[in-house]
């Protein structure tokens, strides 16, 4: 079938002062019925039209979600570790309008001529949309990324503050707080509430274990004396007994009847462990490696 220009399939016959023939003769109506068949040809013409830019922008839609997926995709492949202006370099600053552009603009307006023209005003419509949407997503990714960067930097200066403790004299209570002080000025700075109640709570535990560590370097037999004394105290007879079930300050003098406090976020399954280990190590049955935290 022959295609018909839509500009010629949209018009009608001629009303003006033209040739005209009654209704009711027989030219008169097959010029009446060729107009209603040019005029039903033109719709269908443009509703297949219409319905061909309907289909075009579906696959340019596409192509411009999966553009804007690889460039987030290689934005945070590039951002720096602690995500620092990845939002702002893909979506830009919208404060009512765009102050700054980021790449999703560029990306989409270089799409907006590729669209048919009928689809064009309602896809340029949807710009603000996806913006939104996709700040989501760029919000949501650098603060993960801050998050795995706090938690990062928090792991190595936690190792290198348990470090010092391990290697200190575990008699200088002064240090031993000092460096438990600094350790929870650090944590104080995290961003994430969850994260620093976690870190706190970890930080209190591995600084007793730290402080046990230097305790067994010192002096093993006094650890294990030490290690155990709170759990005997909490037995039941309200005496504070070693893991011989002696005094401890009656050997040390200087210790404390009650036990060393510093120890006292010390699990009782850790408590327990190290204690034995001490009273292993202060036997001369194991070695102590103090860089990789195990006895062997």
């Given at each position: 079938?022959?295609?018909i220009?839509?500009?010629?399939?949209?018009?009608r016959?001629?009303?003006?002062?033209?040739?005209?023939?009654p209704d009711s003769?027989p030219?008169g109506?097959?010029?009446?019925?060729?107009g209603d068949?040019?005029?039903?040809v033109a719709e269908r013409?443009r509703?297949?039209?219409q319905?061909?830019d309907a289909f075009?922008?579906?696959v340019i839609?596409r192509e411009l979600?999966g553009?804007i997926a690889?460039?987030?995709?290689?934005?945070?492949?590039?951002a720096?570790?602690?995500?620092?202006?990845?939002h702002?370099a893909m979506?830009?600053?919208?404060?009512?309008g765009?102050?700054?552009p980021?790449?999703?603009?560029?990306?989409?307006?270089?799409?907006?001529?590729k669209?048919?023209?009928?689809?064009?005003?309602?896809?340029i419509?949807?710009?603000e949309?996806?913006?939104l949407?996709g700040s989501a997503?760029?919000?949501a990714?650098q603060?993960?990324?801050r998050?795995?960067?706090?938690q990062?930097?928090?792991?190595?200066a936690q190792a290198?503050?348990l470090?010092?403790?391990?290697?200190s004299?575990?008699d200088?209570s002064a240090?031993?707080?000092?460096i438990?002080?600094?350790?929870f000025?650090f944590?104080?700075?995290?961003g994430s509430p969850v994260?620093?109640q976690?870190?706190?709570t970890?930080w209190?535990?591995?600084?007793a274990?730290?402080?046990a560590?230097?305790?067994?370097?010192?002096?093993?037999r006094?650890?294990a004396e030490?290690?155990?004394?709170?759990?005997?105290?909490?037995?039941g007879?309200g005496?504070?007994t070693?893991?011989?079930g002696t005094?401890?300050?009656a050997k040390?003098?200087?210790?404390?009847?009650s036990g060393?406090?510093r120890?006292?976020?010390?699990t009782p399954d850790?408590?327990?462990?190290?204690?034995?280990?001490?009273?292993?190590?202060?036997d001369?049955?194991?070695?102590y490696n103090?860089d990789?935290w195990?006895w062997?």
């Amino acid at each position: 079938m022959a295609t018909i220009p839509l500009q010629l399939a949209q018009r009608r016959l001629d009303t003006g002062s033209v040739l005209s023939y009654p209704d009711s003769s027989p030219v008169g109506a097959a010029m009446q019925g060729f107009g209603d068949e040019l005029s039903a040809v033109a719709e269908r013409f443009r509703q297949q039209k219409q319905q061909q830019d309907a289909f075009d922008a579906e696959v340019i839609g596409r192509e411009l979600n999966g553009q804007i997926a690889q460039a987030e995709k290689e934005a945070i492949q590039n951002a720096p570790a602690d995500g620092r202006g990845l939002h702002d370099a893909m979506y830009g600053q919208a404060r009512n309008g765009v102050v700054k552009p980021g790449l999703f603009d560029k990306i989409f307006d270089s799409t907006v001529p590729k669209m048919p023209e009928s689809q064009r005003a309602s896809f340029i419509r949807q710009k603000e949309a996806l913006r939104l949407a996709g700040s989501a997503r760029m919000a949501a990714q650098q603060y993960a990324r801050r998050q795995d960067y706090e938690q990062a930097e928090w792991s190595k200066a936690q190792a290198a503050e348990l470090n010092a403790i391990a290697q200190s004299d575990p008699d200088d209570s002064a240090t031993f707080k000092a460096i438990r002080r600094s350790g929870f000025d650090f944590i104080a700075k995290m961003g994430s509430p969850v994260a620093r109640q976690l870190a706190e709570t970890g930080w209190r535990s591995n600084t007793a274990k730290a402080l046990a560590q230097a305790m067994l370097a010192k002096d093993p037999r006094r650890a294990a004396e030490m290690l155990g004394a709170a759990p005997a105290a909490q037995a039941g007879d309200g005496e504070t007994t070693g893991a011989d079930g002696t005094d401890p300050s009656a050997k040390n003098p200087n210790w404390p009847a009650s036990g060393d406090d510093r120890l006292a976020d010390l699990t009782p399954d850790d408590r327990v462990a190290l204690a034995r280990l001490a009273g292993d190590k202060s036997d001369g049955g194991l070695s102590y490696n103090t860089d990789l935290w195990f006895w062997i």
